[in-house]
């Protein structure tokens, strides 16, 4: 049975963090910066209040002096903390997609107009307790990269950030919360060690090669030719032949005799996921090879291509199906 405390405290974080705003950009002011004493900070008062009422009691001059020495600090560390955090602006630089399981790092620009450094700025993301440490140099910027794991493919929200200080004395504990309002795409996991790619399909009017099919190149091949880019080079066929002296590679002026399908129904797995992550997985395969290459799913078609631009529309329509 759940924690009835533990419970509670999902709760208020879930209201606490639907009243926080979308955005990409914030500065930190008195209305969004927290803060309560830390551990080490309520051990300190506890023995100032022993220091005070000894002195009390025993009339010594030096016990006020250091009772008050003490508590003075104390204020004052709290004051120079909570300015460390005040008046920070917090911008996210938007990631790059990233594919299912895969650490997914993006960077924040801590920006300062303050003609002094600040020291010990962490941030991390809300309740994983990892957290990437800089120091934000007077009237300057830094970045700090920090990691999350998308679990699911498609459009994520990215977790709330959290950015604390404990500076200069660690007996306060300064922080804030911000919910970033860019959303990372995220394409299937590639399956680890997928099947060769499909046969390709004749062309209209085009001659039927069953060996092609049965090999799965779909490019005639050549000699080396001086210029050629080193991945149309057939690196199995180009180690039998370097004993002649002589590369070959794939005809790129050659047209492909075949035209490779990746299809959602010839993924031959039953579930939609596993499905995904195989076609992803040819995908990588294809554009690796060079090869032209289309996509076929429930609803959608993408006509035979290739190119980076390509293989990301490919990626992009296979998270978002």
């Known amino acids: 049975m759940p924690n009835p405390f533990t419970l509670l405290r999902t709760r208020f974080q879930r209201w606490w963090q639907a ?31 022993v220091l005070l009422v000894a002195s009390i009691n025993y009339q010594l001059n030096l016990g006020y002096l250091l009772t008050f020495l003490l508590a003075g600090c104390a204020v004052v560390g709290m004051h120079v903390g909570h300015g460390t955090l005040r008046g920070l602006t917090m ?106 790619l499909p046969p390709g399909m004749p062309r209209a009017g085009g001659a039927h090669h069953s060996a092609a099919q049965a090999t799965g190149e779909f490019d005639g091949v050549r000699a080396y030719r001086r210029g050629d880019p080193l991945k149309l080079v057939v690196w199995k066929k180009a180690a039998k032949a370097d004993v002649t002296g002589e590369w070959v590679s794939r005809d790129s002026q050659q047209a492909q005799r075949h035209e490779l399908w990746l299809d959602y129904a010839q993924a031959g797995l039953p579930d939609k996921e ?26 959608s078609e993408i006509a035979p291509a290739a190119g980076e631009a390509h293989k990301r529309r490919c990626l992009e329509t296979l998270a978002l199906c």
């Open 91 to 196: 911008h996210l630089i938007a990631p790059p997609a990233q594919y299912m399981g895969a650490n997914a790092l993006f960077d924040i620009q801590l920006s300062s107009s303050r003609k002094s450094t600040r020291y010990g700025i962490g941030l991390g993301l809300l309740g994983s307790g990892h957290w990437a440490w800089a120091d934000v140099p007077a009237q300057g910027s830094v970045r700090v990269q920090i990691a999350f794991t998308p679990t699911q493919r498609g459009l994520q929200a990215l977790p709330a950030i959290t950015a604390e200080t404990r500076f200069p004395l660690g007996t306060f504990r300064v922080w804030t919360y911000w919910r970033p309002a860019t959303q990372l795409l995220v394409y299937p996991r590639p399956e680890a060690h997928p099947p060769p």
């Open 19 to 49: 009243r926080i705003l979308l955005t990409d950009t914030t500065l930190l002011t008195q209305r969004n910066v927290y803060i309560l004493p830390t551990v080490p900070g309520l051990v300190l008062a506890a023995t100032l209040l």
């Open 274 to 299: 596993a499905r995904l992550s195989r076609l992803c997985a040819w995908v990588l395969q294809a554009d690796q090879r060079g090869l032209d290459y289309g996509l076929r799913l429930p609803g």
